[in-house]
């Protein structure tokens, strides 16, 4: 199996990450686990974003160094991160000395290539998004971003041509057709950005000072998108002057995973950046949609937002990954609140897959004294049960390979779903009034085993510690993703793996 190398954008550490935030860390993790669980040698990166003026006034307010700020901000998202059991394999932070001289390199590399060069800016200026407006791009004179006001700023400044790769770019895109995912975000860039025409971008600020200066220029500091998108190649050993082995084995990435909203930066100035750097493009961007809360925007100022520690505190950290992952569609925007969450809950987890695993044991324990082996007596039912044990990994396999991630959660509920159904069709309960029905009744709760081995198996990526408890309570460490028709089963006793919420 081949190299695989993830990265989730990195988090503004302006404050706390909200649960759209986290929804995105929890994705790229499941994502990350089922590459490592079907064999794939994974590198996943994540990290915080450090430097620009928003976090400079942040900081300002706050009667605070910006370096203590970040510091404090960049450790709370680290907590969060492995509160929700992200499997990072490196966090990153654009403070970080080594990141900060590769970035200066790098800009001087592109200004010695002749891709950057000085000039002066007069424009439009949205603070919170860190980005510059043309006025024909304002929704109703505000930013289109986020809807606030931009104000007026002229400077001296260095531009970096992205109008010279524009060409190749839409080519690019063409020739392409997953670089950019879902196809709708593709049409979107090409529409809305590509098409218009690219305008050279101002890559350098003089009006604040909290960023990497360039070397050849102090009073000038790094524009925060160039600073931050290079952090994943800084980060594995990318060197103007000589790259690492590391860089050469992972680079280039193979998914760069980040939310709708900054699709632009990744699949546009990016790739220019790469080119002007003559570097290959990482081979796919995928912007997933967004979190919202009882169907709005999640913001602090509207009062309607949700933090992951909270709900943690709450549910449990795999109920709320279960909640994140399979809620929120390929495409279109999802919704959390606390009582879909627990209607969730009570539904899925508690009803269909904790009950399942509940049951199944009982009845092993009750009719068996806890110890199974394959009889291999299947009726026509049984048959078709090991069928869609044996056809549950294809499924999930096909649908995480096109990033439909909460698409293969429903595969493997699917499967869930059956083996209860299974359970009723069998109804072991009125086999074992007979003792003729012995090995039909053991060969019954064996295939549910199977099942729940199968499913407990590939549920790691999603919830990593009920999977492990699920293996626990059968006993089992067999890490195959189709039916064994040899396994035996000591089975131990079982403990609620969910709690159901009585609202
Ligand atoms: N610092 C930049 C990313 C630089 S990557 C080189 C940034 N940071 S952010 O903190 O604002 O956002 C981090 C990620 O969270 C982004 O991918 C963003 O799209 C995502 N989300 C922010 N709000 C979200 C929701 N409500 N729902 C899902 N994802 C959300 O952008």
Request: charged share 30%; proline share 4%; aromatic share 12%.
């Given at each position: 199996?081949?190299?695989?190398?993830?990265?989730s954008?990195?988090?503004?550490?302006s404050?706390?990450?909200?649960i759209?935030?986290t929804?995105?860390i929890?994705?790229?993790?499941?994502?990350?686990?089922?590459?490592?669980?079907?064999?794939?040698?994974?590198?996943?990166?994540?990290?915080?974003?450090?430097?620009?003026?928003?976090?400079?006034e942040?900081?300002?307010n706050?009667?605070?160094?910006?370096q203590?700020y970040?510091?404090?901000?960049?450790?709370e998202?680290?907590?969060?991160?492995?509160?929700?059991?992200?499997?990072?394999?490196?966090?990153v932070?654009?403070?970080?000395k080594?990141h900060?001289?590769?970035v200066?390199k790098i800009?001087?590399?592109?200004?010695?290539?002749?891709d950057i060069y000085?000039?002066?800016?007069?424009?439009?200026?949205?603070?919170?998004?860190?980005?510059f407006?043309?006025?024909?791009?304002l929704?109703?004179?505000?930013?289109?971003?986020?809807?606030?006001?931009?104000?007026?700023?002229?400077?001296?400044?260095?531009?970096?041509?992205?109008?010279?790769?524009?060409?190749?770019?839409?080519?690019?895109?063409?020739?392409?057709?997953?670089?950019?995912?879902?196809?709708?975000?593709?049409?979107?860039?090409i529409?809305?950005?590509?098409?218009?025409?690219?305008?050279d971008?101002?890559?350098?600020r003089?009006?604040?000072?909290?960023?990497?200066?360039?070397t050849?220029?102090?009073k000038?500091?790094?524009?925060?998108?160039l600073?931050?998108l290079t952090?994943?190649?800084?980060?594995?050993?990318y060197?103007?002057?000589?790259?690492?082995?590391?860089f050469?084995?992972?680079w280039?990435c193979?998914?760069?995973l980040?939310?709708?909203d900054i699709?632009?930066?990744?699949?546009?100035?990016?790739?220019?950046?790469?080119?002007s750097?003559?570097l290959?493009?990482?081979?796919?961007?995928?912007?997933?949609?967004?979190?919202?809360m009882?169907?709005?925007k999640?913001s602090?100022?509207k009062?309607n937002?949700?933090?992951?520690?909270?709900?943690?505190?709450?549910y449990?950290v795999?109920?709320?990954?279960?909640?994140?992952?399979?809620?929120?569609p390929?495409?279109?925007?999802?919704?959390?609140?606390?009582e879909?969450?627990?209607?969730?809950?009570?539904?899925?987890?508690?009803?269909?897959?904790?009950?399942?695993?509940?049951r199944?044991?009982?009845?092993?324990?009750?009719?068996?004294d806890?110890?199974?082996?394959?009889?291999?007596?299947?009726?026509e039912?049984?048959?078709?049960f090991i069928?869609?044990i044996?056809?549950?990994?294809?499924?999930v396999?096909?649908?995480?390979?096109t990033?439909h991630?909460?698409?293969?959660?429903?595969?493997i509920f699917d499967?869930l779903r059956?083996?209860?159904?299974?359970?009723d069709v069998?109804?072991p309960w009125?086999?074992?009034?007979?003792?003729k029905?012995?090995?039909?009744?053991?060969t019954?709760?064996?295939?549910?085993?199977e099942?729940i081995?199968?499913?407990?198996?590939?549920?790691?990526?999603?919830?990593?510690?009920?999977?492990?408890?699920?293996?626990?309570?059968?006993?089992?460490?067999?890490?195959?993703f189709?039916?064994?028709?040899?396994n035996?089963?000591i089975?131990?006793?079982?403990?609620a793996?969910?709690?159901?919420i009585?609202?």
């Amino acid at each position: 199996m081949g190299k695989f190398y993830i990265s989730s954008a990195i988090a503004y550490t302006s404050a706390k990450p909200h649960i759209g935030n986290t929804y995105e860390i929890v994705l790229a993790d499941a994502i990350a686990r089922f590459r490592r669980l079907i064999g794939d040698d994974v590198y996943f990166q994540t990290g915080t974003d450090e430097h620009g003026i928003k976090i400079e006034e942040k900081a300002e307010n706050a009667g605070v160094s910006p370096q203590e700020y970040v510091d404090n901000i960049s450790g709370e998202i680290r907590r969060i991160w492995d509160l929700m059991n992200v499997s990072y394999d490196k966090f990153v932070r654009t403070t970080d000395k080594h990141h900060e001289e590769i970035v200066q390199k790098i800009f001087k590399k592109m200004y010695d290539k002749g891709d950057i060069y000085k000039g002066e800016y007069k424009g439009l200026y949205c603070t919170p998004c860190e980005s510059f407006w043309t006025p024909s791009e304002l929704v109703d004179g505000k930013c289109p971003d986020c809807g606030r006001e931009v104000k007026e700023v002229a400077e001296e400044a260095y531009f970096f041509k992205l109008s010279k790769y524009q060409d190749r770019l839409i080519k690019y895109i063409e020739d392409h057709p997953d670089f950019i995912q879902p196809e709708s975000r593709k049409n979107e860039m090409i529409n809305n950005f590509l098409k218009p025409g690219l305008k050279d971008l101002c890559v350098s600020r003089t009006s604040f000072n909290w960023g990497i200066p360039v070397t050849f220029d102090p009073k000038h500091v790094v524009y925060v998108w160039l600073d931050a998108l290079t952090n994943y190649i800084t980060n594995i050993g990318y060197d103007p002057d000589g790259s690492s082995e590391e860089f050469n084995k992972l680079w280039p990435c193979d998914l760069h995973l980040v939310g709708k909203d900054i699709v632009r930066f990744h699949s546009i100035y990016w790739p220019c950046f790469l080119w002007s750097l003559d570097l290959p493009l990482p081979k796919k961007i995928f912007g997933h949609p967004w979190l919202l809360m009882n169907n709005d925007k999640m913001s602090k100022s509207k009062g309607n937002v949700l933090y992951a520690d909270d709900l943690v505190n709450k549910y449990g950290v795999d109920s709320i990954r279960y909640y994140l992952l399979h809620e929120i569609p390929y495409e279109n925007d999802g919704n959390i609140s606390e009582e879909l969450v627990e209607q969730r809950i009570n539904s899925d987890l508690a009803n269909i897959l904790g009950n399942l695993v509940q049951r199944t044991i009982s009845m092993g324990i009750k009719y068996f004294d806890g110890s199974i082996e394959n009889k291999g007596v299947n009726d026509e039912e049984s048959l078709k049960f090991i069928d869609s044990i044996n056809g549950v990994f294809d499924k999930v396999k096909s649908h995480m390979d096109t990033l439909h991630v909460a698409d293969s959660l429903t595969d493997i509920f699917d499967l869930l779903r059956d083996s209860n159904k299974y359970i009723d069709v069998e109804a072991p309960w009125v086999l074992a009034k007979d003792d003729k029905n012995k090995e039909i009744l053991e060969t019954v709760l064996y295939n549910l085993l199977e099942s729940i081995r199968v499913c407990g198996t590939l549920l790691e990526p999603y919830m990593p510690d009920k999977s492990k408890k699920i293996l626990e309570e059968i006993n089992s460490s067999s890490k195959e993703f189709t039916f064994n028709s040899n396994n035996k089963y000591i089975l131990n006793k079982p403990e609620a793996l969910f709690m159901r919420i009585n609202g």
